[in-house]
């Protein structure tokens, strides 16, 4: 992952940043928006997002409703969580690097800034075995696939297989263009013919999709 250079706090709530403030102590540059029409994550490639759960609208299992329109351009933490008002594993798979929990210490909140800044996840220990487990099993299981995910998966070209693999780790556009010597405009142009070829209708469905047939992947340069 890219230098990080600010980190950008959605903070949506009346009440004051505290966490931005901490995160000033250690010498990390911030900022606050009170707003999501003032983000600019298309502009922000250097930066990492922390969206607070406490004021957003949110999804079925707790994640604030713009973390998946976001996920493409920068990365992304969420805090100031109430316990037990989210799904931890959906916003792990989902690809959020990070929870920070309103009830924990300093100290822990501290680390887990520092961690994430670092390209760390910063998850409980038993989630991120129990979902690697999961992964494991899959591969090793043998599960014969469909016939329509035989057709996908031959429609997919070696630089689209690649593609896949580079946005299930979590690289942006720029990253990938970068990684393969090629435009933004071309790994977009991929992106979309990924889209379509896999019935995906955004970066979350073909994250799933590259899951839960990651074990038949033989990728291409």
């Known amino acids: 992952m890219s230098r990080i250079d600010e980190l ?8 004051s940043c505290h966490l931005a403030v901490l995160a000033e102590s250690i010498g990390l540059k911030t900022r606050v928006v009170k707003q999501v029409a003032d983000l600019e994550p298309e502009r922000d490639h250097n930066c990492f997002y922390l ?21 493409p351009h ?3 933490a969420l805090y100031q969580i109430e316990r037990g008002s989210l799904d931890p594993e959906s916003a ?14 300093m100290d822990l909140l501290l680390t887990g ?4 800044v670092n390209d760390e996840l910063w998850f409980d220990r038993p989630l991120i075995s129990k979902v690697f487990r999961r992964l494991v099993n899959r591969q090793d299981s043998g599960v ?21 693999q580079l946005v299930s780790s979590g690289a942006r556009n720029k990253e990938i263009a970068d990684k393969l010597c090629i435009s933004e405009h071309t790994v977009k142009a991929h992106i979309s013919s990924i889209f379509r070829k896999t019935q995906s209708r955004n970066r979350v469905e073909l994250l799933r ?3 839960a047939n990651a074990c038949h992947f033989e990728i291409c340069s």
């Open 8 to 15: 950008v706090f959605l903070h949506q709530d009346s009440t």
């Open 51 to 71: 969206i607070a759960q406490k004021g957003a609208a949110l999804d079925s299992k707790g994640v604030p409703l713009i973390v998946a329109r976001l996920l």
């Open 74 to 76: 920068v990365p992304i």
């Open 92 to 105: 792990l798979l989902l690809g959020v690097r990070g929870l920070l929990f309103a009830d924990q210490r």
């Open 113 to 116: 800034l520092r961690k994430m």
């Open 144 to 164: 014969e696939l469909t016939q329509d995910t035989v057709t996908m998966l031959q429609m997919l070209t070696g630089r689209e297989r690649t593609v896949i």
């Open 209 to 211: 999709w590259s899951q």
